[in-house]
């Protein structure tokens, strides 16, 4: 063996990982990972992309690279090449992995039968009804998102076994349908799967054709002979008791036949209004997994990856500038810098501060300022309760008033530009100091009662519906 002739180490290394990690998780994560080469400094392994590169490093370097420096009796480096190929089969990951005792590695005899050369496939056409940019390569990975990330790419690599059904909920531009396309788009391109992918419009609107057009069969017959079934914003399917009912059932015969299902909601399951109960135990069924608002971190690691994906480079202050003033979600956030981009592409000029504050600053006031305004708050949390706006204003402080008044403020405060002065005018003539009271009273609750928040953000949501109406 060649003093950097690591590969056995390397094996040896994958067989100690799969034997401390979930078989699930070592197959997620490890099976796309192919040893290419060493020198005597360390070994290079080849990913499928940048995304798996950095998950490895993340999550497994230290626990790699100390098993293999163990094994090596020296310190060794594990480097990583990005290596396209997709499917690559690793001796280490078949059912029965190669004997490597005594870590002598079992090259191929001369008289072995000649291997057959791999055909080289072309790319797959793209799905038609996916975007073929919502792939998980695209897709930042933070703290607010990970565990939905890795049930996603867990259900792609096994499609139909685990983590089915699956659900998806948060608020918009939040990366839900690139996600769930994610899944779709991976599952495509490593497999013959059949994939539907509708939004819930679109599955409305082709159940109302073909029932009008008397072929219901026809409508049957494409979604429950499926192998995977991804429902964009199942909210819309609200009130719509005939379609409710022939998903349920479309439902339950891809369970039945444990085909993948994966649905988008723009809100907790418990929170669907006018949908039959027999649909909503369905949907209980599913794992159920949120996406957050991405912090200052993500959103500056999501710019940076955005910017480079269109091949602009754009200077740290100004992702800065973006990151600290969009915080809504990452639609608005993209936006915000492809109008910028845009706009010097358009005008042939550099990328520079002064540029950015000026064309950003109405998208900067927007968010927050969004059509919000102190009485429809006050009403959105009154009803919410179950009292009256003038509740909300009044003098009375019994418990079950005082705190939707705090939470009133404390979401006023959040989402509009309105200064205390001003909401303590609006919340019954107040002065400044009892509003700064009551938005510190909910911070302090909010450490230590977490039903708080998810109450927070259901209101905020009414909110903006209710704004958006009037
Ligand atoms: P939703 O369906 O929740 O309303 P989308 O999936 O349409 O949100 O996402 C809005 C935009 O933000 C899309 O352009 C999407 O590619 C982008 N996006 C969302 N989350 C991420 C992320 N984690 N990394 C990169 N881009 C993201
Ligand atoms: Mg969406």
């Known amino acids: 063996m060649a003093e950097w002739d690591l590969e056995v180490f390397w094996q040896e290394t994958m067989k100690q990982v799969r034997s401390e990690l979930r078989e699930q998780e070592f197959g997620v994560w490890f099976a796309n990972l192919k ?9 290079i392994i080849g990913v499928p992309s ?4 950095d998950q490895i490093r993340n999550r497994y370097q230290n626990m790699i690279v100390s098993k293999l420096s163990g094994l090596a009796g020296r310190n060794l480096t594990l480097n990583f090449e990005i290596s396209p190929e997709k499917n690559i089969k690793q001796p280490v990951l078949r059912d029965d992995p190669p004997a490597v005792s005594g870590f002598s590695a079992e090259k191929p005899s001369q008289t072995a039968p000649p291997q057959p050369v791999p055909v080289v496939k072309p790319p797959k056409e793209r799905h038609p009804n996916m975007r ?33 059904p699956f659900l998806v ?13 994610a899944i779709g788009n991976y599952i495509h391109e490593n497999s013959e799967n059949k994939i539907i992918c509708v939004t819930s419009e679109n599955f409305l609107n082709e159940y109302v054709e073909l029932v009008q057009a008397n072929k219901m069969k026809q409508f049957t017959n494409k979604f429950r002979y499926t192998d995977v079934l991804l429902i964009d914003d199942i909210q819309f399917l609200q009130d719509k008791p005939g379609c409710q009912d022939e998903l349920t059932h479309t439902f339950n015969a891809l369970l039945d036949a444990k085909k993948q299902l994966v649905f988008t909601c723009d ?9 039959s109960e027999r649909l909503i135990s369905r949907f209980e069924l599913c794992l159920k997994v949120d996406l957050q608002p991405p912090r200052y971190e993500v959103r500056c690691a999501i710019l940076k990856s955005t910017a480079k994906n269109q091949g602009v480079s754009i200077p740290n202050e100004i992702i800065d500038l973006i990151a600290k003033n969009v915080s809504s979600n990452v639609r608005d ?15 042939g000029v550099p990328i520079t501060m002064e540029i950015a504050q000026q064309r950003l600053k109405d998208v900067f006031v927007a968010p927050r300022q969004a059509n919000m305004s102190i009485e429809n708050i006050q009403r959105v949390v009154a009803d919410y309760f179950s009292l009256s706006p003038n509740d909300l204003k009044g003098k009375k402080k019994t418990k079950n008033i005082v705190f939707p008044r705090q939470l009133a403020m404390y979401i006023a405060r959040e989402i509009t530009d309105f200064s205390t002065t001003e909401l303590g005018q609006s919340f019954g003539g107040r002065d400044h100091a009892t509003v700064l009271y009551s938005i510190e009273k909910i911070k302090g609750q909010l450490l230590t009662d ?21």
Do not use: C
């Open 35 to 43: 040893y290419l080469s060493a020198d005597e400094n360390g070994i």
């Open 50 to 53: 940048a995304f798996f590169r």
């Open 132 to 164: 073929d940019d919502y792939t998980f390569e695209k897709y930042v990975i933070g703290e607010n998102n990970d565990f939905a990330v890795n049930a996603a790419i867990a259900i792609s690599r096994n499609p139909g076994t685990v983590y089915n």
């Open 169 to 181: 909920y948060g608020g918009v531009g939040l990366g839900k349908t690139h996600l769930m396309q």
């Open 267 to 275: 809100r907790p399951v418990s929170e669907l209004k006018k949908f």
């Open 333 to 347: 956030l993209i936006g915000a810098l492809n109008t910028l981009i845009a706009f010097t592409r358009l005008m």
């Open 450 to 470: 977490p039903t708080i928040d998810s109450t927070i953000e259901s209101l905020k949501r009414l909110i903006k519906e209710f704004s958006a109406k009037i």
